[in-house]
């Protein structure tokens, strides 16, 4: 999933604001409801009793706002749980002893409060209960925070690692796209006043694979049939550097070309077999690209004429091998397989292994 597509899926429709009055809002005018309705079913409520409960609303969802300006403005949201917790308990009984001083006052002063239902108690019980409601709301609001901050995280997590990726994958391929250039154009500066024609159809393939390697810097994966092409012209002008010493078939199953891969990555390991094998032998040798579909996955095999020192590379950083490694794991992770060995004293193979279907990071260009 590209950073675009997270930051979209995770995005709020309305504003931070707009959800937190919404809640106060509702959150209060439902506790006025619930309270107003149970103790109406069992006392008759007067006009002025009922003005009682919406002052209490009223100061209840002030005085919270309040305090949440106080939390922000001392930045109690990041303190410690044990630091937060005393802040908590004794704001929730400070306001409501003044939600409860308030309203407590003004049933006195209107006189809603008949003497003879008046318990000294009352007070008590009141700033209790107020402070409890306090503390609930103040619950709720760390609770909903730290969540909040917990989710963000992960999703910055998550944006972060598709745009490593992504870099990543940019990085590997434009280390790629200049690799063979130098020694095809050595070999079509001798081969001008040779072969004229020759030279013409070289430099004809030298344009092809430049264009593909701009091309592949739009993409992460390309159809198996353009890579394919991209390689037969890249044999096409090493033929004219190592002549006879260099012979090569490729067999392509039709099935298989349709089939995405990553660019470039096909064409890296060709080179390597032809630097690293043949062009160390005085006979030279030759290169056999082979690919099918085995157990819902593309396996492509190529062979070369050489021999390698197996433990060197398994450690080995060059030879495009950790590159290749690389860039199949940010793709498909564990899914893919890749693997170079000696067939026997005098073949190299190596083997690539692909999921159809089963790609796992994307460009944010893609």
Known sequence: MTAAELKKKFSHPLTRKQ????????????????NYFFISAYEQLSPGRTLIWILLCLLGLTSTHIY???????????????????????????IGSVVYGIVFSTEIIFDLLPKEEFNPAAPLIGIT?????????????????????????EIESLIW???????????LKSQLNPHFMFNAMNSIRALIEEDP?????????LSNILRYSLRIDRTETVPLEDEIQTVEDYLALEKIRFEERLKYKIFIAPSTCKI????????????????????????????????????????IRIENSGFINEEDVRNSKGFGISNTKHRLNLLFGEDAFFNISNKSDKKVLTELII????????????
């Open 19 to 34: 959800i937190y009055w919404a809640s106060q809002i509702c959150g209060w005018t439902l506790f006025g409801l619930v």
């Open 355 to 366: 999921p159809l279907g089963a790609r796992k990071n994307e460009s944010f260009n893609s």
């Open 197 to 205: 024609v020759n030279a013409k159809n070289a430099i004809t393939k």
């Open 161 to 171: 690692e598709a745009a490593v990726k992504d870099f990543e994958l940019k990085t």
């Open 260 to 299: 995405e891969i990553p660019p470039m990555m096909i064409q890296t390991l060709v080179e390597n077999g032809i630097k690293h094998g043949i062009s160390k032998l005085p006979e030279g040798g030759e290169v056999s690209l082979t690919s099918n579909i085995e157990k819902n996955h593309l396996v």
């Open 129 to 153: 209960n107020m402070g409890s409601i306090i503390l609930l709301w103040s619950l709720i609001y760390f609770s909903l925070h730290y969540f909040e901050n917990y989710k963000r995280v």
């Open 68 to 94: 949440r300006s106080i939390i922000k403005k001392h930045n109690w949201l990041n303190l410690s749980l044990s630091r937060i917790i005393p802040r908590i308990l004794i704001s929730s009984f400070i």
